[in-house]
């Protein structure tokens, strides 16, 4: 995280600076429109946003997320192919000590047959994600997941 050093009055003053989420697809996934969508989504909420973009390399994702240390890791799919792709990339990133701890969620449309059933849910938060969010749910639920994650601003979620 940066820090923004201001002049004043002869003397210096530290702010904090912001925390900061990667917004991300996975390898297969060439859509951006929802890594914009969640870019803006989550600024709203107070955090700086690295968006990897589409088709991302897992080792992209890996060295990414090592090096900048974020609040949250929100990985998207459209294609339809997120419960494959999220369970080889969740286990690749929790297989590093300092990732483990780190909030990892994953959301969109993440089979090509629809909703996921329950069990492929619980398969997918088993493997290490800490929240997954289908895209028959909207919005409203990832907005409160990440509301309450510290360096959030205080905004309301209510209604989204």
Known sequence: ??????????????????????????????????????????????????NLGACVPDELLESETLSRRPEMLVLSSVNGHGYQDGLRVVQRLRSFPELRSLPIVIGGKLGTGG????????????????????????????????AALPGAATVSVEGA
């Open 115 to 146: 909703p996921l059933s329950e069990e492929q849910t619980a398969e997918l938060l088993f493997a290490g994600f800490d929240a997954v969010f289908d895209d028959q749910q909207g919005a409203a639920a990832f907005r409160r997941f990440a």
């Open 1 to 50: 995280m940066s820090e923004e050093v201001r002049a004043y009055g002869g003397g210096v003053v530290t702010e904090p600076g912001r925390s900061t989420v990667i917004v991300s697809s996975m390898a297969s996934d060439s859509h951006t429109w929802n890594l914009v969508y969640l870019e803006l989504l989550v600024g709203e909420l107070g955090f700086d946003v690295v």
